[in-house]
Nanobody, 121 residues
């Protein structure tokens, strides 16, 4: 059974930083791409960042330069470092891993329970 457990969310002032973690189990982590998505109130879920098994990264254009995704295969953990946070970054952030059949971002792939990030102005 795949489990993705996020942590590190919380309340932060604009301009601050947070680091999200996602501990994965039930998958062969070192060979799996991983992703972070977010859903803001009243909006659709959107890609924040993804990272391949080889460490190549991809970011939403609007977040480049402020967010950094990384992984530690020894700990089966993927991270999202978020700097210079803005109120519009307020959302529930979800960790994502592909399933055997479905790729990153698909509703039927593997999702964590989400962690709330709230940025106050």
């Amino acid at each position: 059974q795949v489990q993705l457990v996020e942590s590190g969310g919380g309340l932060v002032q604009a301009g601050g930083s947070l680091r999200l973690s996602c501990a994965a189990s039930g998958i062969i982590f070192r060979t799996s791409a991983m992703g972070w998505y977010r859903r803001a109130p009243g909006k659709k879920r959107e890609l924040v960042a993804s990272i391949t098994s080889g460490g190549s990264t991809n970011y939403a254009d609007s977040l480049k330069g402020r967010f950094t995704i990384s992984r530690d295969n020894a700990k089966s953990t993927v991270y999202l470092q978020m700097n210079s946070l803005k109120p519009e970054d307020t959302a529930v952030y979800y960790c994502n891993a592909p399933s055997i059949v479905y790729g990153l971002g698909h509703d039927r792939s593997n999702w964590g329970q989400g962690t709330q990030v709230t940025v106050s102005s």
